[in-house]
């Protein structure tokens, strides 16, 4: 968790970070009163500015998943893992029907979609990264059957 990011990604890095922590606590790689690594060394980890760090951990406070002991750090606050598990997946289940429904609008059939899907569960890739080679191929245009 919380190893990389990607600059390029039309994300934005400090959303890249609150995201990660997020998905680590609905999976529950992170549980209640785990410590964060510092905003000195997640900067340092990332290659960020601190402040992009901090300005992720001072969201992911306002939204009540993290809090800060002084001199101590950051930690995952009790009892929000339902909270957080909750929130992503309606995220998640929107953006991909919001794609399952404009790949639908550029004729991609049902199955195409299922095997893109499919492909990309199997893949050992975190969020943001770039798209494999193996899956660019598939965006090659299926020939149209042309009816007689």
Not at 20 to 36: E, M, N, P, T, Y
């Amino acid at each position: 968790m919380l190893s990389s990011i990607d600059i390029n990604s039309s994300v934005a890095v400090y959303v890249q970070i609150e995201n990660h922590v997020q998905f680590a606590i609905a999976s529950g790689r992170l549980k209640a009163g785990d410590q964060l690594p510092s905003v000195r060394e997640l900067s340092e980890r990332l290659n960020v500015n601190p402040n992009t760090v901090a300005k992720a951990y001072r969201d992911l406070e306002v939204m009540g998943l993290l809090y800060t002991r002084r001199g101590m750090g950051v930690f995952v606050n009790k009892g929000v893992e339902g909270k957080c598990r909750d929130e992503c997946r309606k995220r998640i289940i929107g953006r991909l029907h919001e794609v399952v429904a404009e790949a639908k609008a550029a004729g991609m059939t049902g199955k195409e979609i299922s095997e893109v899907t499919e492909k990309s569960f199997q893949m050992e890739s975190g969020p943001y990264s770039a798209t494999p080679n193996s899956l660019t191929a598939l965006a090659k245009a299926a020939p149209k059957k042309v009816k007689k």
